[in-house]
């Protein structure tokens, strides 16, 4: 039965060995063979995951459209033009308009 319960017999054949060793033996006679007797432990073996399939895209022989550079962006919007300390000025004002906002929306 120890089958069922997920054990292999052999386990149980080794423990039968040792028993009939220390059968012969007459000074262990009246002792318990607990100590001599093997204990094998119980390891949780993890099973195997089922594979991830890979859905395969459609095959386009065209490749997408290159989307526009930090600097194209720029000059779309007429930033890339603008001095340094323009820039930075530009940049702080936007800062301080979003803080604005976050506070107006804390109240």
Not at 2 to 31: C, F, G, S, V, W
Not at 62 to 80: A, M, N, T
């Amino acid at each position: 039965m120890d089958t069922m319960n997920n054990i292999h017999p052999i386990y149980n054949i080794k423990i039968l060995m040792t028993k009939r060793e220390l059968m012969k033996d007459p000074a262990l006679a009246n002792e318990s063979w607990d100590r001599f007797l093997p204990k094998f432990k119980k390891k949780n073996v993890q099973t195997k995951k089922p594979k991830k399939t890979v859905v395969k895209k459609k095959y386009t022989p065209f490749p997408p459209p290159q989307q526009p550079s930090k600097i194209d962006l720029q000059i779309e919007s007429g930033e890339y033009f603008l001095k340094e300390h323009e820039r930075k000025q530009k940049k702080h004002e936007e800062k301080e308009q979003v803080s604005n906002e976050k506070i107006a929306q804390k109240k």
